[in-house]
């Protein structure tokens, strides 16, 4: 029996580990599990060199050497088993970047800006062409693809036909021209479309994938919610020219000119999101790769003169995104078809005072609503707050073009900062030629449709200017965390 016992036990320590311990504990336990096998790997041979006889050491040298084979091949297995295992636990998780240096992810935001760029400006012929309201119904999955069919086509333009704007104005309209407007009004919303998509799922890829920060992240799931909530205003918007009290005596049939403002200030945040997230990423990098010179910078802007520079730049894009709202209004209520001449507005630089304040915008007996509503409703008073907000707008920035260049804001100022006032000139000066321009030839769509772009455009100098005015907390400790792992000569 105790030739057995070896034979025995070498047996049934030969079996792989897994038969008798369950897979976590392996898991958690890979090296325990290792010491284990090699402990009973010596137990045998011990007790074999011991009870071994002379007359049975062939035959028991026989069973060793075939049990050790089997054992052996069985250690090496559950071994194995044991390192994937520890291999698999200690394999380490990706993690958010502390920062957002990818140029991929740049140039994809700046991207996504311009095509939003794009968008805005089509938008403009859209409206001008009054070609928003060819399309009564909201489809944004099904209606990807145009009328297909002479018999689709007959539907639509069926449906068009019972609009106020076909009634009242385009009742000589026949489906050769109904298709021309019905076109402009899908690829504006394919086109919406299209930059919902493109910039949603590249941004759950970015996400998913850890390529950018965890601020970042909270941009593109930001971004991604307002371009949805666009979608919507935009049908919010169009609907408002197709109720029915536009058949009313006296109507006239467009889309209400608070939600068209409204439509236009989304796009305009939109985008001036995604071109501040991208340009963010750029400076970020280019810092990060010459930290010294980025702390000189840090210390540049810290100055007062530089402080109070960039309170300007702040009160001026402020001032620039005000009078884009009130272009928006003076849109939406055709107010650019009045008083086509300039700096006079009839036999003044302003009109009659019992025309701006005019008693028939009031909708409250006491009159306490006169004087919003005639600001907001009244054209002849929107056109003139156009009018004062654009002049002002103009002067502030050669005010501030001169102030970059005096004292001790010139002394200190960056060179990309003063590049920036400059372009800001240029910018106005143009932005003010295309409006007085539109105004005098009554709207022509060209020049209206170049208005629109000069605003956003000039919108864009003036973001240009305030990033290149500032570094963010989270940039400044990057940069202070690369200097000092520097070494130090």
Same mark, same amino acid.
């Given at each position: ?21 369950c897979?976590?504990c392996?898991?958690?336990q890979?090296?325990?599990?290792? #010491? ?10 011990r &007790?074999? #060199?011991?009870?071994?006889? #002379?007359? @049975?050491?062939?035959? @028991?040298?026989?069973?060793l ?9 069985? +250690? ?5 088993t ?5 291999g698999?636990?200690s ?5 958010? /970047?502390?920062? @957002? ?13 311009? #095509? ?16 928003? *309201? ?10 990807? *693809? /145009? ?8 539907s639509?333009f ?5 609009? /106020?704007e ?5 009742? &000589? ?29 590249? +941004? +759950? ?19 991604s ?26 109507? &006239? ?5 608070y ?6 200030? @989304? ?16 400076k ?6 010459? /930290? ?6 840090v ?6 003169a530089?402080?109070?520079f ?33 700096p ?16 028939f ?10 004087w ?7 054209p ?12 002002t707008t ?27 006032a ?7 000066? *143009?932005?003010?030629a ?7 030839y009554?709207?022509?769509?060209p ?41 130090? &000569?």
């Amino acid at each position: 029996m105790s030739l057995l016992i070896p034979g025995r036990q070498l047996v049934s320590f030969g079996r792989p580990s897994s038969w008798f311990v369950c897979r976590q504990c392996l898991r958690q336990q890979p090296q325990l599990a290792s #010491s284990r096998v090699l402990g009973s790997l010596r137990q045998p041979r011990r &007790h074999v #060199s011991k009870t071994a006889t #002379s007359t @049975t050491s062939t035959a @028991t040298t026989r069973r060793l050497g075939s049990s050790t084979v089997f054992f052996s091949i069985s +250690a090496r297995a559950s071994m194995s088993t044991a390192a994937q295992a520890a291999g698999q636990v200690s394999k380490p998780k990706r993690t958010f /970047p502390e920062a @957002t240096t990818s140029k991929s992810v740049a140039y994809w935001l700046l991207g996504s800006a311009a #095509s939003v760029f794009g968008i805005v400006v089509f938008g403009g012929l859209t409206r001008l062409t009054e070609s928003g *309201l060819s399309i009564t119904e909201w489809k944004p999955v099904t209606g990807s *693809l /145009p009328p297909l069919t002479q018999e689709h086509w007959e539907s639509e333009f069926e449906k068009y036909r019972a609009s /106020p704007e076909f009634k009242m104005l385009n009742s &000589h309209m026949d489906l050769a021209e109904f298709k021309k407007i019905y076109f402009m009004e899908w690829t504006h919303r394919l086109w919406g479309r299209f930059i919902g998509l493109s910039f949603v799922l590249p +941004a +759950a890829y970015f996400i998913a994938r850890r390529r950018v920060s965890v601020p970042m992240a909270r941009t593109l799931v930001g971004i991604s919610g307002l371009i949805g909530f666009q979608g919507f205003i935009g049908w919010w918007m169009v609907k408002s020219g197709l109720t029915d009290d536009l058949f009313a005596p006296g109507s &006239h049939p467009r889309v209400s000119q608070y939600r068209l403002t409204a439509h236009l200030a @989304t796009a305009f945040v939109c985008y001036s999101w995604m071109l501040l997230a991208g340009l963010s990423v750029l400076k970020t990098r280019r810092l990060l790769a010459k /930290p010294a010179d980025a702390m000189k910078l840090v210390e540049t802007l810290k100055q007062p003169a530089m402080v109070r520079f960039r309170g300007s730049v702040t009160a001026l894009t402020a001032l620039v995104f005000t009078t884009v709202l009130s272009g928006a209004l003076v849109a939406g209520l055709d107010a650019g078809l009045i008083y086509n001449e300039f700096p006079k507005m009839g036999l003044g630089l302003t009109p009659p005072a019992s025309e701006l304040w005019d008693k028939f915008y009031s909708r409250k007996e006491d009159g306490s609503d006169l004087w919003w509503r005639n600001m907001l409703e009244n054209p002849s008073l929107v056109q003139l707050d156009h009018r004062i907000l654009a002049t002002t707008t103009f002067s502030a920035v050669l005010a501030l073009f001169f102030y970059a260049r005096r004292g001790r804001v010139a002394a200190v100022l960056p060179k990309d900062a003063r590049k920036g006032a400059t372009g800001l000139v240029h910018l106005v000066c *143009l932005q003010a030629a295309l409006g007085i321009s539109t105004l005098i030839y009554m709207v022509p769509v060209p020049l209206a449709a170049a208005h629109q772009a000069g605003a956003l455009a000039l919108l864009t100098g003036t973001l240009v200017l305030g990033q290149r005015l500032r570094v963010p907390q989270s940039t400044l400790r990057l940069i202070q965390k690369k200097l000092a792992e520097m070494p130090k &000569h």
